[in-house]
């Protein structure tokens, strides 16, 4: 691999800075008349090393693609923000490697010790109700296990960080910290972003062909590049104090990644209710609180983080370790154009959102996901420009999807405080009452529970949102249907994952098994790491034989498979043939990210044929 810091020449290069860019900041080629010299240069630079940055310099160096990774500090994360790791995110990581998905496994919180979602008075008072949440209970559980060969688990990003940046490092990157991006102009060839070294305080360039801003919930990249959102930043205030406290005598009989704490007060602001969230068990904790975003941003002292700790866990004389305190706020807003000619943002920069259903180091995972293949190829000359189209069409929907998605499930929390008699606007005292209300034996308090049974079970679209977070599909260029019609969804499809291998939809996980040693083998293992993949069944040799030839003419790698009695990979338990929605005979054409790009039902009368039509339309060749 080429390394990232050699300066490479370059010939006279057309500005576009009025179409693309921001127009202000470095000099540009033509102004210096094209002798000018950028002091690195590299393929792909990527602004910021958070789960986006990180996840892109891991896949993009996996690709064998030279690309560099700069972040304004010294290091990764330095608070576990981001925890709850869905199992697309870990199919990312799956496919980065075994190894890098059983580090993942190694030091987080496995998934059975994340499902007891309390609701309480506070952690010493008294429970008012429970759900089973993140893949807990048995029946959603079983959608899971069915659903991925991977787990959902809980990851602080201070692990999920260092592991991704290792990753992205050990097979490639350059990375370059304390470096800060100040501003980028894009020409008709590439792109100069202008950095600044915080170490000397000195400005140089980075010469590249893509950017990637990664930099975000405040992206400068995105505003520079002007890409235009919907919604509002700052609809909410929130503070975040971590502290270590062993609080294991009012938790480990019932393990949970949240309680959820009802108390006056705790409506107000922030991420709907009160929050003790566990970042190691059981004694390291992150509690948020809201406040009123109309009022001035409240000082968190050390007294002040004390007291809200004590006050969350009902217990006036704990003793904290107080980490680290801070203020954020609950944003609504999403890119409706996520890139523009050579610069494409993702994660955080082009969706802004609460934390509410842990949608946002996973989504950021999977824009990169989206991203890398696509300018892996484009890269290496096996695609044309217009695939990384594709980008935008198909990942601008998933930011406005999953923004409005938290943001209404902080909505959703407002049927508790109601049920419970606590909703903004009653005396506490009076809130007192209602909440003991629900004891007594009359009619009104059963009608009371049972509004409070409903409100909580209401939750499962926060908490158990598999479906939010599985059910991606995609319309683009780069996936062609041959006008096949989308299957509606059968169930809920925020709550329940539906497979389904129509062209767009993520290629659905069953596991085969392995001639000879009979090792039990996802068909995501068998797709993804970069190439394209072809799946067929017995009869559906030609296919195979077609596909060598089309990727030979292509100059591109795709891997074949047929699934059957005697082949590499056995269907012993009947659950392909159940869920390809494909005769034997038939063929799935699949992408680098496991999305299914398309598919045919049975034998066609030219392979060939078809798979170079397909092709040439999904690689813009
Ligand atoms: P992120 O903000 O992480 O990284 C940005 C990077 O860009 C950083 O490296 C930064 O230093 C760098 N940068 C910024 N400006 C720069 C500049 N000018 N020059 C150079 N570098 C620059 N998500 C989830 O999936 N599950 C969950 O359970 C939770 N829980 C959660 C709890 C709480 C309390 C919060 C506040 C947030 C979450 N999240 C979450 C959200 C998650 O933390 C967030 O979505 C991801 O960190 C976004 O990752 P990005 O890489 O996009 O941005």
């Not at 900041?25 to 094209?34: E, Q, T």
């Not at 704990?318 to 610069?343: D, Q």
């Not at 409005?404 to 929390?413: D, L």
């Amino acid at each position: 691999m080429r390394s990232a810091n050699c300066c490479r020449p370059h010939g006279r290069e057309r500005s576009l800075s009025s179409e693309f860019s921001a127009g202000r900041g470095p000099p540009s080629f033509v102004a210096l008349g094209g002798d000018y010299m950028p002091d690195i240069t590299t393929d792909v630079l990527i602004i910021g090393t958070g789960p986006a940055g990180s996840a892109t310099a891991a896949l993009l160096s996996t690709y064998g693609v030279e690309n560099m990774a700069i972040n304004r500090y010294r290091w990764l994360a330095n608070t576990p923000r981001a925890h709850i790791t869905n199992q697309r995110a870990m199919e990312v990581l799956r496919d980065l490697g075994r190894e890098v998905e059983d580090e993942a496994y190694m030091f987080a919180t496995h998934q059975e010790l994340m499902g007891e979602n309390i609701f309480c008075e506070s952690l010493a008072g008294e429970e008012i109700g429970r759900m089973k949440a993140w893949g807990n209970h048995p029946l959603s559980k079983a959608e899971h296990l069915m659903s991925s060969p991977t787990q959902m688990n809980d990851l602080p990003q201070t692990f999920m960080e260092p592991l991704l940046f290792k990753t992205a490092c050990s097979r490639g990157t350059q990375a370059r910290m304390s470096t800060e991006y100040l501003r980028h102009e894009q020409d008709i060839e590439g792109v100069t972003t202008t950095c600044l070294d915080r170490l000397t305080g000195k400005e140089f360039t980075i010469r590249s062909k893509y950017l990637v801003g990664a930099d975000g919930g405040k992206s400068l990249v995105a505003e520079n590049e002007r890409l235009p959102f919907e919604g509002k930043m700052g609809v909410g205030g929130s503070m975040n104090i971590l502290f270590r406290a062993d609080l294991s005598k009012y938790v480990a009989h019932r393990p949970s990644v949240l309680y959820w704490v009802m108390q006056p007060g705790a409506d107000v602001g922030g991420i709907g209710m009160g929050l003790v969230r566990m970042v190691r068990p059981w004694n390291e904790w992150l509690i948020v609180w809201g406040y009123d975003i109309n009022e001035p941003e409240p000082e968190v002292t050390p007294e002040f983080a004390t007291d809200v700790a004590r006050q969350l866990i009902g217990d006036p004389d704990l003793e904290i370790e107080l980490l680290s305190a801070n203020t954020w706020t609950v944003n609504n807003y999403y890119a409706t154009k996520t890139s523009n000619g050579r610069v494409f943002c993702m994660g955080d920069a082009i969706h802004r959102h609460p934390p509410s259903n842990g949608l946002g180091s996973n989504t950021s995972i999977q824009d990169s996901f989206n991203l890398a293949w696509k300018l892996a190829m484009v890269l290496k000359g096996q695609a044309g420009e217009r695939l990384l189209e594709s980008y935008d069409a198909e990942r601008a929907p998933i930011a406005k999807q999953i923004v409005t998605r938290a943001n209404q499930s902080i909505g959703e929390t407002g049927p508790i405080f109601a049920a419970l008699g606590m909703a903004e606007g009653v005396d506490p005292e009076q809130m007192q009452k209602n909440l003991e209300a629900r004891t007594d034996g009359t009619a009104a308090a059963e009608a009371q529970r049972e509004a409070i049974r409903k409100a909580i079970a209401f939750k499962k679209y926060e908490f158990d949102a598999h479906g939010v977070e599985m059910n991606q599909r995609y319309r683009s260029n780069a996936v062609v249907t041959d006008g096949q019609i989308e299957p509606a969804f059968q169930l809920d499809a925020d709550l329940h994952y539906q497979p389904t291998t129509w062209p767009g939809a993520r290629l659905p996980h069953v596991w085969l098994y392995r001639h000879g040693d009979g090792a039990e083998t996802s068909t995501l293992d068998i797709c993804g790491h970069g190439r394209f993949t072809l799946l067929t069944g017995l009869g559906g040799e030609p296919w195979v034989e077609a596909v060598k030839k089309v990727a030979e003419e292509f100059g591109i790698e795709i891997e074949a498979h047929v699934i059957g009695p005697r082949q590499t990979y056995i269907d012993h338990s009947g659950e392909w043939a159940r869920l390809a929605e494909i005769s034997d005979s038939g063929c799935l054409l699949v992408r680098p990210d496991h999305h299914v790009c398309w598919r045919a039902s049975s034998l066609s009368d030219d392979p060939k044929a078809d798979l170079t039509r397909v092709l040439k339309t999904i690689l813009a060749r």
